[in-house]
Structures are given as C-alpha cells and as structure tokens.
C-alpha cells in the first residue's frame, strides 16, 4: 500500500515573526504549536488540526503576495464547515477582511483576509453536499 499524505501546512513569510503569530492567534484562532530559532524565525501554528507555517523573511526582502503577482490569488486557502460561523468569528475578533463573504461560481461560501504584509488568506466552504 503506498504511503498517505495526512496533513498539510501552507508556508508565509512574516516581516515580522512575532506580531504576525500574534494577529494570527489574536486574530484568527491559531494557537501556537512551536517557535524555533535564536532569535525566533520559524513558527507553527494550529488551528482545529490544520496547520500554518510562518518564516521570517530575510531583512531587506520584500514579501509579495500572490495577489499582486497575479489578481484573486490566495496565499493561502483553509476549507471549513461553516465559513458564515468562521466568517462572523473573524470579523468579531478583528481580523482585517479582505473580501466579504460570498457565494462563488466554483460552488464556495468563501471570504478571505489579509495578514500583515497584505497575503491573502481565504477560507470556504463547499456547497451543495449532500
């Protein structure tokens, strides 16, 4: 039997490691799974078992999100149950929303939010199952 992929964890890079562990607990939910480095550059963080990996970006580097290279495209994309439930949850806990939450052609309730160096982060939900 071949070998399975059980998890998965988008990567940012982070201007600045420790404010954006911060938004992304603070702000989004994450709780913090590591940090690694002397001083710290490379963080995990979880999330209801989805993962995200954070780098410090080198001094000097611009970060350019996925969106200025080419128009709508994430960073990163989180599916969820209930993307109005996470949706009302973000908005309250003061994550900067990106785009609203809407239902789009490819059968998602999507929305997505920007951390602090503009990445796009998006989280949907499939509809229709069932």
């Known amino acids: 039997m071949p070998a399975k992929i059980t998890s ?18 603070d702000r989004v939910g ?29 001094e000097g580097h611009a970060i350019v999100p996925h969106w200025r290279v080419k128009d709508k495209l994430w960073n990163a994309y989180f599916w969820v149950d209930d993307a109005r439930a996470m949706y009302d949850e973000l908005r309250a806990r003061g994550a900067h929303i990106d785009y609203e939450l809407g239902e789009q052609p490819y059968g998602v309730l999507e929305f997505g939010i920007q951390d602090l160096d503009d990445q ?11």
């Open 30 to 58: 994450f709780t913090v799974g590591g940090v690694w480095g002397e001083p710290p550059d490379f963080a995990i963080l979880v999330r209801d078992g989805a993962h995200l990996m954070l780098s410090q970006a080198p």
């Open 8 to 25: 998965h964890a988008p990567i940012l890079f982070a201007s600045d490691l420790a404010k954006t562990i911060a938004y992304f607990v």
């Open 120 to 130: 796009d982060i998006a989280f949907g939900e499939v509809l229709g199952k069932g």
